[in-house]
């Protein structure tokens, strides 16, 4: 059973800069996508960026020049540092991973972390 702890949210000023990270637990050597989504009250969640265990990456147009995705197989951890933050970053921030398919659960997600971009 693979399991997500994610940290390193917290309040930041405008302009300022965060780096939240995500581990997974057990044997997950072979994760095919890990990812970070966020969330703000009244909107559904997205997509703030993925990384591939090649390293090929996605992002949002939002966050695209600012957010940096980053992936450490064999730590099973993966990062998204977060710059130039502003007040329309300010959401809960999920970490995710896609498993291979004989994994009974192939969607995994962490408990989430609050990030709060405010003057």
């Known amino acids: 059973q693979v399991q997500l702890v994610e940290s390193g949210g917290g309040l930041v000023q405008p302009g300022g800069s965060l780096k939240l990270s995500c581990a997974a637990s057990g044997s997950a050597f072979d994760i095919k996508v890990t990812a970070w989504y966020r969330q703000s009250p009244g909107k559904e969640r997205e997509l703030v960026a993925q990384?591939?265990?090649?390293?090929?990456?996605n992002y949002a147009d939002s966050v695209r020049g600012r957010f940096t995705i980053s992936r450490d197989n064999a730590k099973n951890t993966w990062y998204l540092q977060m710059n130039s933050l502003q007040p329309e970053d300010t959401a809960y921030y999920y970490c995710?991973?896609?498993?291979?398919?004989?994994?009974?659960?192939?969607?995994?997600w962490g408990q989430g972390t609050q990030v709060t971009v405010s003057s």
């Open positions: 995710n991973a896609l498993l291979p398919s004989y994994y009974d659960n192939p969607t995994v």
């Open positions: 990384i591939t265990a090649r390293g090929n990456t």
